[in-house]
């Protein structure tokens, strides 16, 4: 059944509402800030509906001046101009602010500072904080011939910015150097060799970069920049060579230009030139980087020559994470092109049973590395595809298609002979650049064929059978046979996995078989008898490897379901009850000499009477990566209140000790009210009405009405302030009793933010009572792996029919009317749907935002005095709320609306509300937080004064998602329920990707629909929820567990070899961790059990001086030891190196010398047996 064009629903509509909802909640937030209990007295969080404004609204934090309206207008006109996230757009409003059309700067460098930052905002979409974080402003240099050169300042928070954006903002810089007429930079000798060296000892000492170039790639480039790449040092380390250069600031290591440099620049300068080339059309200068083409070739020369032994996505293997095929090898997963409804984006689908039979390491959510096409992913489930084929202990062979199966079978099973399919979206290899790999001859391949035949012929497809999967062998003899096809995918087999020798010891074997029963309930039973065994053990594992089920019963093999397609494959005509195969397969030996075909596969084609294809394909090599998350983020200490009680909370930072104490040494505002009163908030707790905030000049040693002129001045002083009066005014401000308040509140140690403001101590009260964590500032966040969904039924997300109607449901993607609730709808750009995992050991997003909703609703009746909100009577009443959603290292947050909750560990969304926030879902996380609670609790006074402290902050809120303005991998996206043959038939020649066209976002958006309707998946769920939920990664307990599992797992997949893995698990994990720790511990401090007072040495008197507490150590003894029993064991029961062994041996002696050995156990009898 095919997607109806009637499925087509209201897009602007949909977006009026949401806006609507939106501008509700910030009428009820403006009216409590106007109460005056804030750092602020209106919601710190600007409202954008396009792109433009998010760019030039972020940059008005360091420019405030800068006049949005007019900006944003002419970025809009620019876009009409060189198309939407043109980079010709970034170039041209950069140089326009730089050159002073929209408003006055203090001189020309820090117009052109603006500039860069609007423009780097608009090559971010404007939801990173790098803008005005990573990037970090423009210094003049001289040339040795004493002209003026730019350069470039960079901190660690460029990260953020995408390698490709970070190449791109050099170029923006270079573009206005060549305009305004500065010189180029000019490098010496030193400079460049410091570049290289400052470099690599980031590299080596610091951390490791995505993209570590060699040294000639780093030569040349340092050689031709254009301009000075620099930053301010970032570690403590200096530099090991090139020190005290003039026009080099620093001797220490520089952290933001070397992930400029080699990440930005030297990774992704292909995609920099790429991206270069528009505003070259457009005819601006840009001429500082063409030595880049010259750069690409030494770099293609590197990539050419680079054969790791060991593939990238298994060298940095981590102990209790699996691998669960290595590079290629058969038997790992089977590549599949298709996209179910929770794919696509970077997500991939395997089948349900493939989940239980690896034991659930795998499960939804979970990340995997791959050899191919891409670098991540993350899995989901998918049961129209195939599951995995395994081999019992008894030595029989059975295809897994249960998911409950899949779980019990699991300790009955010796070999994984195949995991199964791997579904990978097709636009996901495009999006890549990717080569295509060869899919093996699947139903919809075959499908595919068919329909080409029947157009010809005028019939239906639904006259010959009603579902792809369930095409009986006789009747897909019949179709073969009438329209010249290959045989179903069904009915055939791994015959290109045999050799050609396995293949006539299986027809040895198949000599003797005897045919029982008569059509598709006929069995060949072979002989297994123990005197026969050794001779036919060869068959027998070509029969596995073939994927052909059967069962070892008493002393023979029965072939039962397949038994009837394997005489089909081979040529045979159907033959009767207790026939022995003897002459039929002795014709095929006889004729050994003239079937000569260098593989198995052609010798089956010239056999069978129809065609037979490659069911194998392409299988990719893949290991499990980070595990699926849902959970309340907490911050350290899980304070639910952002108010400093020092070491006066004691170690669990309690309110409450704090209290006991009766004060709290801190650094805190000040405010001065006209009663007279001195207060820490801007209200005065003694009369309610506005305070003045004062400063305090330390020269001067008075507080003053304003920032001291000579001196300058803090509005903050260190002081102790009342606890007991603050804590029993919070509670009046509530209207709470002594009993009515939680037994433990958690504040922090301190503050960081400039002017060291906090929240409301009531607050935390309230928090604590739904227990309840706040973050830095001042939200409450629900993070979680960000999972796609395009499509969903009412009954896996359980929401009602009649609510999903309330919400604009009215029908399905076929144009019925809603009334079931297992119809397929199209999920729309800004609803969202929820974890409930019911098997997590996490907290569950439905209790967390319903506690959420009633501690907003109690926060605005009883501390800001206004009706509530929400009023929830149960968690079903939280569809249909307004949420917002952030990713990590953003600075903008995107309008979301609950509409349902499902059993995954995740936040399920659309494709578009990923792409908005500027993350795909190969493993990325996000947060969720409640709209009100956000507007009515954040404050940029909260965040932290240090550089980066912006990030991860929502400074702006996105409230209308568009296509062409979220980030570009989303144009890629696929919007087709099925692919073209070409397709298949381009796959099989291992063509590029680039030469596959399939619909697309970009398409619609260029033909000017919509792309968020009519969309389409290639392969139904019966229920996405199905398959593992919680990953035996997170319930396992130990490391020991971990291990253990992990190496019985690999243990019993073909495609893995186990040895490698132990190797792998030793030497890129537990060495390095223990000898890591190793060196930790003589470099570590001391701390005191009470106070958590910090000593570089224990006190002569061994007691903290500070309380008289017990000094420890911080690094036990414990976390150095913990992985070396793990290690031996590895060591000991695989066939591991010698010298990975002695490695092991020499490190244990070394750490038995530091605490000496452990005392010998006493142990059972029966372990000496």
């Not at 792409?915 to 956000?934: F, I, K, P, S, Y």
């Amino acid at each position: 059944m095919e997607i109806s064009e009637k499925c087509n629903w209201n897009v602007e509509g949909y977006f009026d509402k949401i806006s609507e909802g939106v501008k509700k909640e910030y009428g009820v937030a403006n009216a409590a800030r106007a109460k005056g209990l804030d750092p602020e007295d209106h919601v710190e969080i600007p409202l954008a509906m396009t792109m433009a404004e998010k760019s030039v609204g972020l940059i008005t934090t360091i420019y405030p001046d800068l006049p949005i309206v007019e900006i944003t207008k002419r970025m809009l006109e620019l876009e009409e101009e060189f198309g939407q996230l043109d980079t010709s757009v970034s170039f041209a409003i950069a140089r326009e602010i730089a050159e002073e059309k929209f408003c006055k700067f203090k001189d020309q460098l820090e117009a052109i500072d603006a500039g860069i930052r609007v423009g780097f905002a608009y090559i971010t979409l404007g939801v990173v904080a790098s803008p005005i974080e990573g990037y970090t402003g423009i210094d003049i240099g001289k040339t040795r011939d004493g002209k003026e050169y730019f350069i470039a300042n960079f901190s660690g928070p460029i990260r953020s910015a995408g390698t490709t954006a970070t190449c791109v903002v050099l170029m923006l810089i270079d573009y206005l150097r060549d305009h305004f007429g500065y010189a180029k930079y000019d490098p010496s000798d030193q400079e460049i060799k410091r570049y290289v060296t400052e470099n690599t000892d980031y590299h080596e000492r610091v951390t490791n970069l995505q993209y570590f170039p060699t040294e000639e790639e780093m030569t040349f480039l340092a050689k031709n920049l254009p301009i000075q790449i620099s930053g301010d040092p970032t570690e403590k380390r200096e530099v090991s060579n090139y020190k005290d250069l003039e026009r080099v600031p620093s001797n220490f290591i520089r952290g933001g230009m070397c992930l400029t440099f080699s990440e930005g620049l030297a990774q992704k300068a292909a995609k920099g030139v790429k991206r270069l080339q528009s505003p070259k059309k457009a005819g601006m200068k840009c001429e500082g980087f063409d030595f880049l083409d010259e750069y690409l070739e030494i770099h293609a020369k590197r990539e050419k020559g680079s054969g790791d032994v060991v593939a990238t996505y298994i060298k940095d293997l981590v102990a209790g994470r699996p691998v669960y095929g290595h590079p290629s090898r058969a038997g790992g997963f089977r590549f599949r092109y298709g996209r179910s409804r929770v794919a696509g984006f970077s997500a991939v689908s395997i089948h349900p049973a493939t989940m239980g039979i690896t034991n659930g390491f795998l499960s939804h959510g979970t990340q995997l590395k791959i050899e191919k096409p891409t670098k991540g992913c993350i899995i989901t489930s998918c049961d129209s595809i195939d599951g995995p084929i395994v081999k019992l202990k008894n030595g029989s062979v059975k295809r897994i298609n249960d998911f409950e199966k899949s779980k019990d079978i699991y300790d009955e099973v010796e070999e994984i002979i195949y995991l199964g399919d791997i579904l990978f979206p097709l636009s996901d290899v495009i999006d890549r650049n990717a080569e295509l790999l060869k899919p093996g001859y699947v139903e919809e391949w075959w499908e595919l064929e068919l329909k080409k035949k029947l157009d010809v012929t005028g019939e239906k497809i639904s006259n010959f059978y009603n579902h792809i999967r369930k095409v009986p062998l006789r009747k897909a003899m019949e179709i073969s046979e009438r329209y010249s096809l290959p045989l179903h995918p069904m009915h055939i087999f791994y015959w290109n996995q045999i050799s050609v020798d396995d293949f006539y010891w299986l027809m040895d074997w198949l000599q003797n078989a005897i045919w029982r029963g008569s059509g598709e309930n006929g069995k060949l039973v072979l002989p297994w008898e123990s005197s026969v065994r050794e001779k036919f053990s060869e068959a027998k594992r070509a029969l596995e490897i073939l994927g052909i089920e059967h069962d070892v019963v008493f002393d023979n093999v029965v072939i039962s379901r397949d038994a009837e397609a394997l005489l089909v494959n081979l040529g045979f005509e159907f033959i009767g009850d207790g026939t022995v195969l003897k002459e039929e397969v002795g014709r095929i030996i006889s004729n050994k000499e003239s079937l000569s075909k260098e593989d198995v596969l052609e010798i089956v084609d010239s056999l069978s009477k129809y065609l037979i294809k490659d069911k194998a394909g392409d299988f990719i090599g893949t290991r499990m990566g980070r595990p699926e998350k849902a959970k309340l983020r907490k911050l350290t200490g899980s304070p639910s209140v952002l108010f400093p009680i020092s070491d006066q909370g004691g170690r669990l930072r309690s309110v409450q000790a704090a209290v006991n104490v009766g004060y709290i040494k801190s650094q805190w505002p000040l405010f001065h009210c006209e009663c007279g009163n001195e207060s820490i908030y801007s209200t005065c707790d003694k009369c309610g009405k506005k305070t003045v905030r004062k400063y305090y000049c330390r020269d001067c040693s008075k507080v003053m009405d304003e920032p001291c002129e000579e001196h300058g001045s803090n509005a903050y002083t260190f002081r102790s302030i009342d606890s007991k009066h603050y804590f029993k005014k919070a509670m009046e401000l509530i209207g709470y009793k002594s009993y009515e308040v939680p037994p433990l509140i958690k504040g922090i140690r301190g503050t960081s933010s400039e002017d060291h403001d906090f929240e409301n101590l009531a607050k935390g009260i309230l928090r604590s009572k739904y227990n309840l964590c706040v973050n830095k500032d001042g939200t409450i966040r629900y993070d979680g792996t960000e999972i796609p969904l395009t499509h969903f039924k009412p009954v896996e997300i359980g929401t009602s029919v009649e609510k999903l109607k309330e919400l604009g449901y009215v029908q399905d993607i076929y144009g019925e009317i809603l009334e079931m609730e297992d119809q397929i709808l199209e999920l729309r750009p800004h609803d969202v749907v929820l974890p409930s995992c019911p098997v997590t050991h996490d907290e569950k997003a439905d209790d967390v935002f319903f506690n959420i909703a009633n501690f907003v609703d109690e926060e605005l009746e009883k501390f800001y005095g206004l009706p509530r909100y929400y009023n929830l009577k149960s968690k079903e009443d939280l569809v249909g709320q307004l949420v917002a959603c952030m990713a990590p290292h953003n600075c903008a947050g995107v309008i979301g609306r609950i509409v349902g909750f499902n059993h995954l560990q995740g936040l399920t969304a659309s494709p578009y509300m990923h792409a908005a926030m500027r993350r795909d879902c190969d493993g990325d996380e996000a947060a969720v937080m409640m709209l009100m609670d956000v507007l009515l609790n954040f404050s940029r006074k909260f965040l932290p004064s240090h550089r980066g402290g912006t990030q991860d902050a929502p400074l702006v809120l996105n409230a209308h998602i568009r296509a062409g303005e979220v980030d570009d991998q989303i144009l890629t996206f696929e919007l087709s329920d099925h692919y073209p043959l070409e397709v298949y038939e381009l796959a099989e020649q291992r063509k590029h990707s680039s030469e596959c066209k399939i619909e697309t976002v970009q398409d619609r958006l260029v033909a000017g629909t919509s792309p968020f309707t009519c969309t389409g998946f290639t392969h139904d769920s019966s229920n996405f929820n199905l398959g593992v939920l919680n990953g035996a990664y997170k319930i396992l307990p130990t490391m020991k567990d971990k291990v253990g599992s992990q190496m019985e797992l690999v243990g019993k997949i073909r495609a893995v070899d186990t040895e490698d893995v132990a190797r792998l698990i030793i030497e890129r994990h537990f060495i390095r961790d223990i000898r890591g720790n190793l060196r930790k511990f003589a470099q570590q401090q001391f701390r005191c059990v009470a106070c958590n007072e910090k000593f570089r040495r224990p006190p002569l008197s061994g007691i903290c001086t500070n309380c008289k507490g017990k000094i420890i150590f911080t690094i036990s003894e414990g976390s150095i030891k913990k992985y070396l029993d793990p290690a031996l064991d590895l060591a000991e029961n695989y066939n591991i190196a010698a010298y990975t062994k002695e490695g092991i041996e020499l490190t244990k002696m070394y750490i038995e010398s530091i605490f000496g050995k452990d005392n010998e156990k006493q142990v059972e009898l029966k372990k000496w047996f």
